[in-house]
């Protein structure tokens, strides 16, 4: 068993799709990762200025959230 992964998409890539990051995510679950699977409606693959935000930057409150979750020391 592997993980814990945070598996990010946006919406509107044409990089890496949608339907290519769900078979990623069914993969990791059967392998019996521990997968925390999110989607981002109309995030793209990079940022573009002034024509789209990419999952970089769009889903970065999560992505430091994230890790920071990782990283804390339970109350004792």
């Given at each position: 068993?592997?993980?814990?992964?945070l598996?990010?998409?946006?919406?509107?890539?044409?990089?890496?799709?949608?339907?290519?990051?769900?078979?990623v995510?069914?993969?990791?679950?059967?392998?019996?990762?521990?997968?925390?699977?999110?989607?981002?409606?109309?995030?793209?693959h990079?940022?573009?200025?002034?024509?789209?935000?990419?999952?970089?930057?769009?889903?970065?409150?999560?992505?430091?959230?994230?890790?920071?979750?990782?990283?804390?020391?339970?109350?004792?």
């Open positions: 068993m592997a993980g814990p992964v598996l990010l998409q946006g919406q509107a890539d044409t990089v890496v799709t949608p339907a290519m990051t769900d078979q995510a069914h993969a990791l679950h059967r392998t019996g990762s521990t997968v925390d699977y999110r989607t981002y409606p109309g995030l793209g990079d940022t573009y200025p002034g024509q789209i935000s990419g999952i970089d930057d769009g889903a970065m409150p999560d992505i430091l959230a994230w890790i920071a979750d990782r990283f804390s020391v339970p109350p004792e």
